[in-house]
């Protein structure tokens, strides 16, 4: 995948639906609202980074670099959350970190390319495309035919393009090779 920063941020913004869910319910149950603090603060960054970092630095990403950016990520979260003083445990705010990305990169793996099929060939960006067929290659219908007179002399390049031809008695009389199309009789003696 060759994401654009559109696409990164398009998706950034997807794949963390799912763990704002998981901290808004942690907020409501606990009446802390650190939890879904602590996912503004993932996605912030997250956003940043794939807008004025990750474009310049990462060119294509296999898969083992997803966890190095995780990694990465969870430091700069860590401590962005340490000093917003989100009223969590270190224990708290780890775990919930890496089970967000976990449900975070599961969904972009998973769900997004069942969700929208060209996803992946769109660069990460949500968006309705058609088929890139160039204008000067669509087929355009053939409506007008001129008649040519049955008596009017044709004239040697016109016949030498067109798709009818006369066909010569001996490649006529000859079978197909393969059986198939077998010369009527009739046409074979005319």
Same mark, same amino acid.
């Given at each position: 995948m060759c994401p654009t920063v559109l696409g990164r941020v398009e998706t950034r913004t997807a794949i963390l639906? /799912?763990?704002a869910l998981l901290g808004t319910i942690l907020s409501v149950v606990t009446g802390n609202a650190g939890w879904i603090v602590l996912i503004g603060i993932f996605l912030l960054? /997250?956003?940043a980074l794939? !807008?004025?970092f990750y474009p310049y630095v990462i060119k294509w990403q296999p898969p @083992?670099? #997803?966890?190095v950016l995780g990694v990465g990520e969870f430091v700069i979260v860590f401590v962005l959350g340490r000093l917003a003083n989100l009223h969590l445990? &270190?224990?708290d705010a780890v775990w919930?970190? @890496?089970v967000s990305w976990a449900i975070a990169t599961a969904t972009r793996i998973v769900v997004l390319p069942l969700v929208s099929l060209s996803w992946i060939e769109n660069g990460g960006e949500f968006r309705t495309t058609g088929w890139s067929i160039p204008p000067e290659r669509e087929p355009l219908p !053939? &409506? /007008? #035919? !001129?008649e &040519?007179? !049955?008596h009017a002399e044709v004239p040697p390049l016109v016949r030498q393009f067109s798709a009818v031809h006369q066909v010569p008695r001996e490649v006529r009389e000859v079978p197909a090779p393969s059986g198939v199309h077998r010369i009527p009789e009739e046409v074979a003696r005319s």
């Open positions: 639906i /799912g763990p960054q /997250g956003v794939d !807008a004025l @083992w670099l #997803t966890f445990s &270190v224990i919930f970190f @890496w !053939a &409506v /007008g #035919t !001129a &040519v007179q !049955a």
